[in-house]
């Protein structure tokens, strides 16, 4: 934690310590123990010195053990700076050229600051055709990302395979090895297939919660005509090119998406999954650009979303894990 420049923190007694000199605004705080006074003290000091936020050579000391309550007054007073706050890790498992025009808007926007991408297959002729040939004699990981990071020197880049969600994209068929993959492991993640007329979208899979690609497959089964011309449309190309009104309407869909999970992400309380985009949603993606959205719920004969998931796990966390 660390206060806004020029916060004035006074020692008025013995465990009594006033944060501020603004009228009606300023903070006594009472009763602390020696270690919260030279703790905030430090903090004062810091503020009173330095007008640049997070310096190495002025760095706040950490905060002693039982301060939560403190740090939690001096935000709501509004004298904390606030948190610095990350982008979602997004994961791309499975580079196809109709994803670049969404992927470079939602870097263009600031929603995307990490690019993260895992496709070891040769840098294809769908990819030169949207990208240009720079690429060529790479794969497709290296090349896209060398592509978007000359485009945006400031643009970082990972090959971890840490994230908060996956998207695995995949043309004439979903993998669902990988799906029911990540779905055992509790990982977040969106299903993206791509075909020449046709894509689906969806759904987001929350691993014990929502509906997963699974459930997608067995409520198909020829009763969605939407759905099935989509999937047939996909499953009878060999590559993976939309028309350009489909392609137009997929990267609104997928731009709106990206949007929107990061400003989910940046709540904080990943607890309102109603807020979350795709939900339990499957959106199709027509050759005429239009986009018609499925609400798609767990299906009886999956039993992905039974009780034996004992909880539902956060983005980028693994049942037994504490990382985020």
Known sequence: MQLRHGTAVI???PGVIQVGTDWGRELVLRDLTRDHEQWLLALGHA???????????LAPPPPPAGSLALQIALRNAGYALPRPMRHPRILFNGMESALCPAIDMAISTGTLGLLQILDPRPYGRDIVDV?????IGRTRQAGVTSHFQGLYPWLESSTSPVCDLTIV???????HGLLG???ALEEWHLSILIGEQGAIVGPL???????CARCLALHMSGRDPDLSAAEI???SHPVARLSSAAQAR??????EFFDNFSRFWHLGDHSQKELLPLYNQVSTILPNGRAVQHTLSPHPECGCATESLTRTAQPGEKRGSNRR
């Open 169 to 175: 994209t995949r043309a004439r068929s979903l993998d």
């Open 11 to 13: 020692h008025r007694a």
């Open 205 to 211: 899979v929350i691993p014990g919660r929502s509906a």
């Open 181 to 183: 993959h990540l779905l």
């Open 47 to 57: 503020a009173a010195i330095s007008p640049f936020p997070f310096t190495g050579t």
């Open 233 to 235: 449309s996909a499953a």
């Open 131 to 135: 990208l240009g040939p720079h690429g």
């Open 250 to 255: 997929l990267t609104l869909v997928l731009t």
